[in-house]
């Protein structure tokens, strides 16, 4: 169990390093615009929620969060005041949290279908397309919140701007997730399947009790 932890743990802290690499990418195409499009990050993001199960699906918006909220410490002079948790981190909490029962609902009603596609990518996809749509209202919902602090800082007409790039990325992100989330999503599982291993106990046929992996 505890080596299943530690595996759990390393991959988990993969995957930050992974998003926040993505986060800096992103961030290097408008480090100067005050707001980044996630176009890598958060399909990302939403793949580390839906993966698995349930209990593990507000993972990856919470990673996307502290990336954000880290790359605003890292360029304070610009977006320090976005470092705030309750702008980066809280509203992202809930990204993979949606994303991961859209894609449980999808899949179910999905399962009797043949098409490969429309068994297995399409219920990733349309959760893609769902985080996207969380991860920009409860974004938009909390800038409305700070609003009145932010533009005390920078001024009411950047803060407008930064509001208006963040639903015009919106477009952009939504399809990104639709289209990669799908794609991250089985390579996620086979990456996991090869490196997170849970061992458990079987009864042999003469009832001696052994060891074997079980992959997850």
């Not at 505890?2 to 690499?21: E, P, Q």
């Not at 974004?139 to 609003?147: A, N």
């Not at 089985?186 to 291993?197: D, N």
Request: aromatic share 14%.
């Amino acid at each position: 169990m505890k080596n299943d932890k530690a595996h759990f743990v390393a991959f988990v802290g993969v995957m930050f390093a992974l998003i926040f690499v993505l986060f800096l990418l992103e961030g290097a195409i408008s480090l100067f615009a005050g707001s980044t499009p996630c176009i890598l990050s958060l399909p990302v993001a939403i793949a580390l929620s839906i993966y698995d199960n349930w209990k593990k699906s507000f993972i990856g918006g919470t990673l996307l969060g502290l990336s954000s909220c880290l790359f605003s410490l890292i360029f304070a002079s610009v977006f320090l005041p976005y470092a705030n948790p309750l702008i980066a981190v809280l509203p992202r909490i809930f990204i993979g949290i949606t994303a991961y029962w859209t894609y449980f609902g999808f899949s179910n009603l999905f399962s009797n279908f043949k098409n490969k596609y429309v068994k297995e990518a399409l219920p990733a996809a349309l959760a893609g397309a769902v985080g996207a749509v969380t991860n920009t209202v409860l974004y938009m919902l909390s800038l409305y919140i700070w609003g009145s602090w932010l533009s005390t800082i920078y001024g009411q007409q950047i803060t407008t701007g930064i509001q208006l790039l963040t639903v015009i990325y919106f477009a952009v992100e939504i399809v990104a997730c639709f289209i990669l989330v799908p794609v991250y999503t089985a390579v996620l599982r086979k990456i996991s399947h090869r490196f997170i291993v849970k061992k458990h106990n079987i009864i042999d046929n003469n009832g001696a009790e052994q060891s074997a992996g079980e992959n997850i």
